[in-house]
T-cell receptor, first 108, second 112 residues
Framework: GIQVEQSPPDLILQEGANSTLRCNFS?????LQWFHQNPWGQLINLFY???GTKQNGRLSATTVATERYSLLYISSSQTTDSGVYFC??????????FGTGTSLTVIP | ETGVTQSPTHLIKTRGQQVTLRCSSQ?????VSWYQQALGQGPQFIFQ???????GRGNFPPRFSGLQFPNYSSELNVNALELDDSALYLC???????????FGPGTRLTVL
């Protein structure tokens, strides 16, 4: 299967700070998604981004498929951004491989 | 439009028992995938159902089985429960031709 590594594993930020989360994957993919898991376990879609750059408010993401990595940028962080961020990839369309996540804590 | 729903929310079973978890996919979605998420880990793919047929399976033993119904809702059945089966079980649905998965809130299973 595809190996997915996320870094850093843990991140503590002051409210208002910016951060970059990274996802490296071991094989070519045709599907990459970023999710935010809230403290109750719900996974929320952030981006579907197999290549290129997308922005949604304070969040943006970039995937460089040829170099097998993706970055998630969070600007002006808020306490509600706290949680675990996962990257998930697939090259078959059915089986997705998740990383172990980046746990983000934003303190006021 | 309702999102993906799962039931029950929490469940406690003892080793050796059997359990059935349920998932209702989002309206218009004909593909359902199941994942197991152990504490502190990322979700692991169990299997996917497309139009009532299994369409891919991860590295899980046969005691993990599933069904998809004509209305695209789905069940995950686990026989002969083991302590290591304690986890959050997540269901995700997607619609034809769209690759984004939408997750339900999960069922937290504890095996004692």
């Amino acid at each position: 299967g595809i190996q997915v590594e996320q870094s850093p594993p843990d991140l503590i930020l002051q409210e208002g700070a910016n951060s970059t989360l990274r996802c490296n994957f071991s094989d070519s993919v045709n599907n990459l998604q970023w999710f935010h898991q809230n403290p109750w376990g719900q996974l929320i879609n952030l981006f579907y981004i197999p290549s290129g750059t997308k922005q949604n408010g304070r969040l943006s993401a970039t995937t460089v498929a040829t170099e097998r990595y993706s970055l998630l940028y969070i600007s002006s962080s808020q306490t509600t951004d706290s949680g675990v961020y996962f990257c998930a990839v697939s090259n078959t369309g059915n089986q997705f491989y998740f990383g172990t996540g980046t746990s983000l804590t934003v303190i006021p | 439009e309702t999102g993906v729903t799962q039931s029950p929310t929490h469940l406690i079973k003892t080793r050796g028992q059997q359990v059935t978890l349920r998932c209702s996919s989002q309206s218009g979605h004909n593909t359902v995938s199941w994942y197991q998420q152990a504490l502190g880990q990322g979700p692991q793919f169990i299997f996917q159902y497309y139009r009532e047929e299994e369409n891919g399976r991860g590295n899980f033993p046969p005691r993990f089985s599933g069904l998809q119904f004509p209305n695209y809702s789905s069940e995950l059945n686990v026989n002969a429960l083991e302590l290591d089966d304690s986890a959050l079980y997540l269901c995700a649905s997607s619609e034809p031709g769209i690759d984004t998965q939408y997750f339900g809130p999960g069922t937290r299973l504890t095996v004692l």
